[in-house]
């Protein structure tokens, strides 16, 4: 009984040592790729604030990037605006609709990592999917001109354009990179109460609210026909 009951003891011993950690210690135990991954998003921030010019690739890249947003199962790449790839706390302002928050996991996953609170079931598997990326792709705004509605309402089209970077961590290098253009929606519908609401107001923030849309709308195909992969919300 005693040489039967043993391995159960260990095992039970093992169990309760491994549940219930903390996301600091997940993370510790994950550190060499959380600093790999954190140096390629400081390597990736750094040629984009140098302004590179276009980058076209000869031929689709292999492996084809993949991308779902969030990260989603299945996903090899992630896509994060250039200001947050070293300060991911960074809050965008309201002026700058630029933030498209495609891929809110990575981010969170260094914000998490400094928690000290236990951490929920899936971290540890959510982590490891951020450090396996083999993308990275950066987009920073080159030109912005807000949209505008004025107290009579007459409403004047805005619109931006964002370099695009993609950055493959095995090569340390951009291999695709070019501008991506959008404006606001010609029409602007939007909501507003009746009683005490400022209608240019709310006519103004779904306008830019379009710009927004529009560019999260454009830059998912024009990465799929730049790289060959599939990038899909």
Sequence with gaps: ????????????????????ESFV???????????SL?????????????N?????????????????????????????????LTEFEKKAGDEDLMDLFLSNGLENCFIWS???EKAFDSFESE?????????LIGYKTLEYIAPKV????????????????????????????FPLAATSSETVNYQY???????????QSWARSSLWENLRKAILPALAEKTGGTFEL
């Excluded at 007459?154 to 964002?162: D, E, F, P, V």
């Excluded at 109460?193 to 006519?203: F, H, M």
């Design 25 to 35: 210690k997940i993370a510790e135990r994950n550190r060499a790729g959380l600093d």
């Design 150 to 177: 004025d107290a009579q309402l007459n409403y004047t089209i805005g619109g931006a354009r964002l370099g695009v970077y993609v950055f493959d961590r095995e090569k340390k290098e951009i291999v695709c990179a």
């Design 52 to 84: 590179p010019g276009e980058v076209t690739p000869s031929a689709p890249l292999d492996p084809s990037p993949v991308f779902k947003e969030d990260e989603g199962a299945g996903s090899n790449t992630a896509m994060v605006i250039h200001e947050r």
């Design 1 to 20: 009984m005693r040489t039967a009951f043993l391995p159960c003891l260990i095992l039970l011993s093992f169990f309760l040592s491994s549940c219930g």
């Design 127 to 135: 982590l490891q999917s951020a450090l396996g990326l083999r993308y």
């Design 38 to 50: 954190q140096a390629d998003m400081k390597q990736l921030s750094d040629l984009i604030a140098s």
């Design 114 to 116: 400094t928690w000290e």
């Design 193 to 203: 109460r009746e009683s005490g609401g400022d209608q240019a107001q709310s006519a």
